[in-house]
């Protein structure tokens, strides 16, 4: 069978993730140990490679318990309650907040303490439970309202003041719907589009991309947010659109002769695996 292969340029890490990989890389260049607070990227096979290296994952429950040791924050960010307790722990920090995220943080908790008093709401659009949004919730001290889609908006209460934010790295078509049926239904609503600019490129870059192959290839951690929205985007003008985490996931049948495919991935999967995944797909097809 014959096929052509060709890797999305824009695919890979975003600046965010790379700048804590490579905090992180450093670090264990010379120490054998680095704990991380979560997942420092949604992508099980640089886990793996980072944990071969010396990086150990925890969850809160974990670091309660550490002590007097360093600390990695990812990319997504904390609330400020886990910074008080690694002090509290004596705990070194390298925090590797995406600059982006950082700075959302700081505009929502200067915009809590504007509007809170005349009884303001802060509303974000994100995924809940999702680590970015924990700390973007935080700078309200728990009070943000968190709605995921255009159905969840009955929380909001439309008579008090709001203010719309976004997740960095939801879809921004999406976010434009849920403020324009806020803005319609509030009496006071102020808009601030916080999806992050290379996350909003990268959507457009994409939509191409998947249009110009017979069949996408999309390699993304199961665990990515950011994937399942990149991959829905490849597979709503691609049908022949695919995705996978492990080599052995390949579908030899998701393949013709003549096939033009497209390999791309989540701001969370590394340049290696897609090469590898071109690699691996020439081997078994040819």
């Not at 802060?122 to 439970?129: A, C, D, E, H, N």
């Not at 492990?246 to 090469?275: H, Y």
Request: aromatic share 6%; proline share 2%.
């Amino acid at each position: 069978m014959k096929i052509n292969v060709e890797i999305d340029k824009g695919s890979g890490f975003c600046n965010g993730v790379i700048r804590a990989v490579e905090q992180a890389e450093n670090y264990l260049n010379y120490s054998h140990k680095l704990y991380s607070l979560g997942d420092i990227v949604h992508n099980t096979m640089e886990l793996k490679r980072l944990s071969e290296k010396g990086l150990v994952i925890l969850d809160k429950e974990d670091i309660a318990n550490l002590k007097d040791s360093v600390l990695l924050i990812r990319a997504h960010g904390e609330p400020p309650e886990t910074y008080a307790l690694a002090h509290r722990n004596n705990l070194q920090i390298i925090d590797c907040t995406c600059p982006v995220v950082l700075r959302l943080q700081d505009k929502i908790k200067q915009t809590w303490m504007e509007i809170e008093p005349a009884g303001g709401q802060i509303v974000i659009f994100g995924k809940r439970g999702h680590a970015e949004v924990n700390g973007l919730v935080g700078q309200t001290e728990g009070e943000a309202i968190v709605v995921e889609n255009v159905h969840e908006l009955s929380k909001i209460d439309f008579s008090r003041p709001i203010a719309l934010f976004s997740q960095t790295t939801k879809d921004p078509i999406e976010f434009q719907e849920v403020a324009n049926c806020i803005s319609e239904k509030g009496k006071d609503v102020k808009v601030f589009n916080t999806v992050c600019r290379q996350v909003a490129s990268r959507h457009k870059t994409l939509v191409q991309f998947a249009k110009d192959h017979s069949v996408i290839l999309f390699v993304s951690g199961e665990a990515s947010s950011n994937g399942k929205v990149l991959f829905d985007l490849c597979r709503s003008v691609n049908a022949r659109s695919y995705t996978i985490e492990r080599m052995e996931q390949i579908d030899l049948r998701w393949f013709k002769d003549g096939d033009n495919v497209g390999i791309c991935g989540a701001t969370s999967t590394p340049t290696w695996q897609l090469e590898q995944t071109k690699t691996k797909l020439y081997s078994l097809l040819h």
